[in-house]
C-alpha cells in the first residue's frame, strides 16, 4: 500500500505535505508532486496538510484518478526529492486558496 | 582498574512514580498489584549485558530498594522518565553515598542530563548503540562519563526482553514493543525528539519470538504493545498483523492487547478489522482537544479535517475501548474551552480520559517557541498538572488552572463516569472474549475487594449498584470489563480529589 498524488495537485503544487513527510517519499515537477511508493510508510502524515485534498490512500483514490497510483509509482522515482516548503506554484488551473 | 572477565554484579534500579493518573496506584491493590507495567527498557538493557554478568532488578513501584541490594551490587543501571526524577535524585544519592557506581539511562536523561551529571555513567538517547562501547571501556579499564550518540538503533538488532527478571505477580499487565518513534509532528511531544519521526519497527519473526518468551513465562491476560504510535509505520504494521493474528489464534488468545495509536487508525477498516481479530482490547489516543484552531497551533494536522466522535466510535466498534489523552493551555483555547472538552468527552463515551494542563518539556519545539517569547518559567514536573504549568498561558493563569480542575471534578464524577462506562460498553462489540476467560481465578478475589469498598464503604456505592445493574442487563458478556473500569474510575475519582484540594 502507498499514498497517491492526484490531478488535484497538478497547477498548484503546495509543499506542505512534502515537509511534514518524515521518510522524503515525496518528488518534485515542475507543476506536481508524486510519491514513492517505496519510501512511502503510509503513515497519513501529508494528507490533512494538503489544501486542495490531493492525496489519497491507494485503496481509497477516487474512481476518476484510479489511473494516478500507477503514475505515481512509475515517475516518482524519476524526479529530485523534495522535503522542505517552498512557496506554491499556484498557477491558473490551481483552485486552491493563496499562501 | 580493567574489569576483564571479571563476573560483574548488575543491579538494575527502575525509579518509583508519583501518585498521578497513570500510576493507577489507588486501582492496582484491589486486583492485588503493585505496579501497572514491568519496566521494560532494563529488561532489554539486561538481555544486552555479558551473559556472565549476575543481574537483580529492583522496582521501586513493586518493593522497596534496600542497602542491602546496593551492597550486593557491583553498578547500578537506572532508567527513568521526566515523572521519576525525584525518586531517581534518591536513587543517586544512596548509591553515591554508599561508593556504588551508578549508570543513568531512559527519556529523563535525554531530554535533562545536568540533572544528573554526578551519575557516574550518562546514557542520553537510546541505549543499544552505546551499550555494547560501554562494556569495552569497563572492561579495558577506561569507562567515560558519558555515552551519547544521535544514532537511532536498528530495532531488528534489539534482543528479546529478559523476562526471567520480572515477578510478574506483582504486575496487572506485561509489556513488549514493536516500535519506537511517531511520524507526526506535535509541537508539545518529546517523543519525536528522543526518538525520532521515521518509525522503527522490529521483524516479524522478532516480535514472535518475544510473544513466545512472554508465553513460555506462563504470563496470560493484559500486554501493553509500549509503541509511541503502534501505526507509525503502518507499511510495516500490515506486513505484522497477519502473523500476529495467527500466533493469537495458535495460542487460544493468551493475551489481552492494547498500545496508543493517533486516530487516523479510523480510516483504516482493514487494520481494525485485524487488531479485532489479534484481540486488541484497548488503544490509547491522543485527542488532545476538539477545537481546530488549537490543534492547527500544535501541529496536529492528524486531528484536523475529521469528526472526532466518529472516529472514536468507529474505533470502539472493532471492540476497542478508546482511552484518550486530552491537553488544555493552548494558545487558541477559547474561554468556553472547558465546558467543549466535558461535552467532547461524554459524547465520545471515552471512560478514561487523561486531562492534562499543557506542559513545556525540555527540548521540544514548544518549549523553543515558549523560550523564545519569554514566557517559559521552569522545566515542569511531568505530571501534567498545575505544577507542571511551567510557562505563562495566553488564558489568565488562575481561570485555566481553575477551569482545568472544573473538567477533572466533572468528568470523574461518579455519575458521569459510570455513564461514559455504559455508552462506550455499548458502543464496543465483544469480540468473543468470554467472561469466564476474562475473570480469572485470580480475579475472584479482586471482585470482592471491589465489592466491598465500592459496594458497601464508597460513598457513591449508591452509583455502583445502579451501575452494575445496568450493565448487567444490557452487556453482562462484558461485566468483566465493567468492574474493571469501575475500579479505574475510582482510582481517578481519587487523584482528582487529591489535585482539586491543592
Not at chain 1, 511534514?20 to 506536481?32: I, K
Not at chain 2, 569495552?136 to 536498528?154: C, I, N, S
Not at chain 2, 476474562?438 to 475487594?449: D, H, N, P
Request: one cysteine or more.
Amino acid at each position: 500500500m502507498t499514498y497517491v498524488v492526484t490531478e488535484l495537485c497538478v497547477d498548484c503544487k503546495y509543499t506542505d505535505c512534502a515537509a511534514v513527510c518524515p521518510v522524503e517519499a515525496f518528488h518534485e515537477l515542475s507543476d506536481r508532486l508524486y510519491i514513492n511508493a517505496d519510501t512511502c510508510i503510509d503513515c497519513d502524515a501529508c494528507v490533512p496538510e494538503c489544501p486542495v485534498e490531493a492525496i489519497f490512500a491507494d485503496s481509497n483514490v477516487p474512481e476518476q484518478w484510479a489511473h494516478w497510483t500507477q503514475i505515481n509509482i512509475d515517475e516518482a522515482p524519476n524526479y529530485p526529492v523534495i522535503s522542505q516548503k517552498i512557496p506554491a506554484l499556484h498557477g491558473p488551473a490551481c483552485t486552491g486558496p493563496e499562501e | 582498574m580493567a574489569e576483564q572477565n571479571k563476573k560483574m554484579k548488575v543491579l538494575l534500579v527502575y525509579p518509583e512514580f508519583p501518585n498521578t493518573y497513570w500510576s493507577f496506584k489507588h486501582a492496582l491493590p484491589f486486583a492485588g498489584k503493585r505496579s501497572a507495567y514491568p519496566p521494560l527498557g532494563l529488561l532489554t538493557l539486561s538481555s544486552m549485558l555479558p551473559a556472565a554478568w549476575e543481574k537483580r532488578l529492583v522496582d521501586m513501584n513493586v518493593r522497596k530498594l534496600r542497602d542491602s541490594d546496593l551492597e550486593w551490587a557491583d553498578m547500578v543501571f537506572a532508567s527513568a522518565m521526566i515523572v521519576q526524577q525525584d525518586s531517581l535524585r534518591e536513587v543517586i544519592d544512596r548509591c553515591k553515598a554508599r561508593n556504588v557506581r551508578i549508570a543513568v539511562g531512559g527519556p529523563f536523561v535525554s531530554t535533562g542530563m545536568e540533572h544528573v551529571a554526578d551519575a557516574d555513567f550518562l546514557f542520553p538517547g537510546e541505549a543499544e548503540t552505546t551499550v555494547p562501547e560501554f562494556i569495552r571501556d569497563l572492561e579495558m579499564g577506561v569507562p567515560q562519563h558519558v555515552y551519547q550518540t544521535d544514532a537511532k538503533p536498528d530495532l531488528t538488532k534489539s534482543p528479546i526482553p529478559d523476562f526471567s527478571l520480572v515477578q510478574m505477580s506483582r504486575y496487572s499487565s506485561m509489556a513488549i514493543q514493536y516500535s519506537r518513534g511517531c511520524p507526526f509532528n506535535c509541537e508539545f511531544c518529546d517523543i519525536i525528539e528522543i526518538y525520532g519521526r521515521v518509525p522503527r519497527t522490529k521483524t516479524n519473526e522478532q516480535m514472535l519470538a518475544e510473544l513466545d518468551a512472554l508465553y513460555r513465562t506462563g504470563w496470560r491476560g493484559p500486554l501493553f504493545i509500549v509503541d509511541d504510535n503502534f501505526i507509525g509505520n503502518k507499511k510495516n504494521v500490515r506486513l505484522l498483523m497477519p502473523s500476529l493474528c495467527e500466533w493469537m489464534e495458535q495460542h487460544d488468545q493468551p493475551f489481552r492487547l492494547f498500545t496508543e495509536a493517533s486516530i487516523n487508525l479510523a480510516d483504516d477498516d482493514e487494520l481494525l478489522g485485524m487488531m479485532k481479530r489479534a484481540n486488541f482490547r484497548r488503544v490509547f489516543l491522543g485527542i488532545e482537544t476538539p477545537v481546530e484552531e488549537s490543534l492547527k497551533e500544535t501541529q496536529k494536522g492528524q486531528n484536523t479535517k475529521r469528526n472526532l466522535i466518529e472516529s472514536v466510535h468507529k474505533i470502539q466498534s472493532y471492540g476497542m475501548e478508546v482511552m484518550a489523552g486530552f491537553i488544555v493551555g493552548f494558545d487558541s483555547d477559547p474561554a468556553d474551552i472547558f465546558q467543549r472538552q466535558i461535552d467532547f468527552i461524554r459524547e465520545s463515551a471515552i471512560p478514561m480520559a487523561m486531562v492534562g494542563l499543557l506542559s513545556a518539556l525540555p527540548d521540544t519545539q514548544l518549549w523553543r517557541r515558549l523560550e523564545k517569547e519569554g514566557r517559559l518559567l521552569s522545566e515542569g514536573a511531568g505530571t501534567n498538572t498545575e505544577a507542571s504549568l511551567n510557562f505563562v498561558p495566553v488564558m489568565d493563569r488562575q481561570t485555566l488552572i481553575d477551569g482545568y480542575k472544573t473538567i477533572m471534578r466533572t468528568i470523574y464524577s461518579p455519575e458521569e463516569y459510570y455513564e461514559r462506562v455504559r455508552a462506550s460498553l455499548k458502543n464496543t462489540f465483544s469480540s468473543g472474549y468470554s467472561p469466564a476467560k476474562a475473570f480469572k481465578k485470580e480475579y475472584i478475589l479482586g471482585f470482592f475487594r471491589v465489592l466491598f469498598k465500592l459496594g458497601m464503604f464508597d460513598s457513591s456505592r449508591k452509583e455502583f449498584w445502579r451501575f452494575l445493574r445496568r450493565v448487567y442487563s444490557e452487556r453482562r458478556d462484558l461485566i468483566g470489563d465493567a468492574v474493571v473500569l469501575a475500579v479505574m474510575g475510582y482510582h481517578f475519582r481519587k487523584i482528582t480529589e487529591q489535585y482539586c484540594e491543592q
